[in-house]
């Protein structure tokens, strides 16, 4: 079946811009996570939603970065007010949640460079 | 602060060697370890994962990990690697108390020569 998708793959912009990040979850999976990876580092929590809520949003740098869920489905990373220091690759998670375990699926990233 | 250490920023090393990717973690409070692949231009694939119960858990493609609570570690192992094998290898963490989120070490770039 179909993997986590993330549009776009790559993203150019310029210090100050706006930009929105989307994510496709595997059909069915309750949770949905992102993270930051930059270069030479390991991916960085930044948000996890169950279901339409976010249930623990402690990863966020700041208030620039906000994400949405409004149907439990596909999620919306968005960043206000660009800096150089937010490029990396932004990489989503889905999981279907049952017990105390569970797999986190992963998408191929967006590429995001702040010029 | 919860931590996951990957001590080796690369590892070379020749076909059909065996190889281990080292892993430490800050706490030894219940915890499930995972490893993951990264491939170039590909997301994050799971290598494999400890949960509970036996401390040697194996893996995709041929590689296995130990547990060792008194350690804080888990260790990769592979007895032969494979040109295939180069990649990015991560290292990750989730604590019980974490909630759902996951820490990750800073990679380990896995580098296989003939």
């Known amino acids: 079946g179909a993997g986590v998708s993330q549009t776009p793959s790559n993203k150019v912009t310029e210090k100050g811009k706006y930009v929105e990040l989307r994510c496709d979850p595997i059909?069915?999976?309750?949770?949905l996570y992102w993270y930051r990876q930059s270069l030479g580092q390991g991916p960085e929590f930044l948000i996890y939603f169950q279901g339409t809520g976010a249930a623990d949003d402690s990863g966020l740098p700041n208030d620039r970065f906000f994400a949405v869920r409004p149907e439990g489905s596909v999620s919306t990373l968005k960043i206000q007010r660009t800096e150089r220091g937010d490029s990396a690759v932004y990489l989503c998670?889905?999981?279907?949640?049952?017990?105390?375990?569970?797999?986190?699926?992963f998408g191929p990233g967006t590429r995001l460079t702040v010029l | 602060a919860q931590s996951v250490t990957q001590l080796d920023s690369q590892v070379p090393v020749f076909e059909e060697a065996p190889v281990e990717l080292r892993c430490n973690y800050s706490s030894s409070v219940s915890v499930y370890l995972f490893w993951y692949v990264q491939y170039p231009n590909q997301g994050l694939q799971l290598l494999l994962k400890y949960l509970s119960g036996s401390t040697l858990v194996k893996g995709i493609n041929g590689f296995e990990a130990e547990f060792n609570k008194s350690q804080t570690s888990f260790h990769l192992r592979k007895p032969s690697v494979h040109i295939s094998d180069t990649a990015e290898y991560f290292c990750a963490v989730r604590w019980e108390t974490g909630f759902q989120k996951l820490v990750f070490g800073t990679g380990t770039r896995l580098l296989v020569s003939p």
């Open positions: 998670a889905s999981s279907y949640n049952r017990g105390s375990y569970n797999e986190q699926f």
């Open positions: 059909s069915g999976h309750t949770a």
